[in-house]
């Protein structure tokens, strides 16, 4: 699977963890040099808390594009070290 934006293959990996239709990448997969930390924080009942990163490519930002629960709950057990993307990522398969 790819994540792409703005042209760039932000993550790539042979296998993503899939909760609620979205892949989520393990974080040595992903390319860190395009995340950038953000303060927005979302409370999900049976996931846990999420934190943010705003992609960074060719001097565009897509702010909120990715997300990661850095201490899901037991249920999310499965996505601890994963990311996963939206607004606008394109999640292709190989």
């Not at 490519?57 to 249920?75: L, M």
Request: hydrophobic share 35%; net charge negative.
């Amino acid at each position: 699977m790819k994540a792409t934006w703005n042209g760039q293959i932000i993550a790539q990996s042979e296998q993503t963890v899939v909760v609620e239709g979205h892949h989520y990448f393990a974080l040595s997969s992903v390319r860190q040099e395009y995340l950038k930390p953000s303060s927005t924080h979302t409370v999900c009942p049976w996931k846990g808390t999420a934190n943010y990163y705003t992609l960074e490519v060719g001097g565009q930002q897509n702010v909120d594009a990715a997300w990661f629960y850095p201490d899901p709950k037991e249920a999310a057990g499965q996505i601890r070290g994963h990311v996963a993307f939206w607004k606008g990522v394109q999640i292709t398969g190989e």
